[in-house]
């Protein structure tokens, strides 16, 4: 009997071969080998994770006999290191996000956050976490730590820890977030410095017309203008004569 096999991929992109023609093809070939009918991979990628197909066709005097088997494979990685982006500072009342993610892990990290060296509650609403009165909201699968209204409390040093239960868990670097009221003097002050300023300057325009110093202007340039006009009269007439 002729015995063919054949090994595809399939993709979201569509279905690519794998083994065709008694050879391999693509990323595996140099760095796989058939046993029987099966595939030993080396050096296996995150890229290698996908589901396989392996198709056989088998000719008898008869008839042509066809089998296929699918097969999932999942190649574990290791979190990388997290970006973490943490505010350097904030106002007391807005809404204020921390974000964590890392890429490279399979499967995908869940995220801790950390607060001055302390692990971050999750707001269950029971237990511990609903006595310590939690202000904010982290969500282990997206990386994302939520305040709806910042306080001063909040300030301190945070970072995060991603991890998938595969290899160490990796942090980010530290970074400071400082939580300061709104400086209502400040700007109360800042406006009356403005406000101040703009009534000098139309008191100064008011007191300048009354005193008339636009309207001599503008008689000086209309009475320079009749003594030019005159001038080229007198010049132009003598020319003629």
């Keep these: 009997m002729s015995l063919r096999i054949e ?3 399939i993709q979201s992109q569509g279905v690519s071969f794998v083994y065709y023609n008694g050879e391999f ?3 595996l070939r140099g760095r796989a080998e058939m046993l029987n009918t099966g595939i ?6 995150r890229k290698d994770s ?4 392996c198709e056989i066709s088998v000719k008898s005097e008869e008839e042509q006999h066809l089998g296929e088997a699918t097969i999932t494979l999942t190649v574990l990685v290791p979190p990388t290191a997290p970006v973490c982006e943490v505010p350097s500072s904030a106002m007391t009342g807005t809404v204020v996000e921390l ?8 499967p995908p ?4 956050w950390y607060k001055n060296g302390v692990a971050l509650l999750e707001k269950t609403g029971t237990g511990s976490a609903r006595a310590a009165n939690i202000t904010y909201t982290m969500n282990k699968k997206s990386g994302t730590l939520l305040f709806n209204t910042v306080t001063k409390n909040d300030t301190g040093e945070y970072f995060c820890e991603a991890s ?3 290899g160490l868990s990796q942090k980010c670097s530290v970074k400071r977030m400082q939580v300061d009221d709104l400086n209502v003097s400040g700007i109360i002050i800042a406006v009356v410095f403005v406000a101040l300023v703009m009534v000098l300057c139309g008191l100064g325009v008011f ?4 005193k008339g110093y636009f309207t001599k202007e503008s008689s000086s340039q209309k009475n320079n203008y009749q003594y030019t006009s005159e001038n080229d009269f007198k010049h132009t007439k003598s020319f003629v004569i």
Excluded: L, M, P
């Design 7 to 9: 090994w595809k991929k």
């Design 109 to 112: 990290s869940e995220y801790q």
């Design 99 to 106: 974000s964590c993610k890392e890429t490279e892990g399979s």
């Design 40 to 45: 030993r991979i080396r050096n296996v990628t």
């Design 25 to 27: 093809t693509g990323d």
């Design 207 to 210: 007191y300048a017309q009354k």
């Design 164 to 166: 998938n239960g595969i």
């Design 50 to 53: 996908g589901t396989y197909r």
